[in-house]
Nanobody, 121 residues
Framework: QVQLVESGGGLVQPGGSLRLSCAASGRLFRIYNMGWYRQAPGKQRELVAAITRGGTANYTDSVKGRFTISRDNAKNTVYLQMNSLKVEDTAVYYC???????????????WGQGTQVTVSS
């Protein structure tokens, strides 16, 4: 089983910064895409950022220029650097990873437990 463990969430003032980390562990062969999602109360879960194994990243429009997604394949870890945080960024943030147990195996998606990010003065 693949497990994703997140860290870095917390309380920050508007304009501040946080860095989220998510490390994959377990019986790993190859992780392809990794991403960060968020969900605020009463709203749908949305994709915040995603990154391919080769480092190609994409972002939702609301975070472009403020957030940066990166990964360290040797550590099986994905990061989300969040700068210039706004109140509307408040949400539970989840990481995910698409993993294959072999070259011919089915790709499965795994999720982290979620971490709370609260932006408030």
């Amino acid at each position: 089983q693949v497990q994703l463990v997140e860290s870095g969430g917390g309380l920050v003032q508007p304009g501040g910064s946080l860095r989220l980390s998510c490390a994959a562990s377990g019986r790993l062969f190859r992780i392809y895409n990794m991403g960060w999602y968020r969900q605020a109360p009463g709203k749908q879960r949305e994709l915040v950022a995603a990154i391919t194994r080769g480092g190609t990243a994409n972002y939702t429009d609301s975070v472009k220029g403020r957030f940066t997604i990166s990964r360290d394949n040797a550590k099986n870890t994905v990061y989300l650097q969040m700068n210039s945080l706004k109140v509307e960024d408040t949400a539970v943030y989840y990481c995910n990873a698409d993993h294959s147990a072999s070259l011919s195996g089915t790709t499965r998606t795994f999720w982290g437990q979620g971490t709370q990010v609260t932006v408030s003065s």
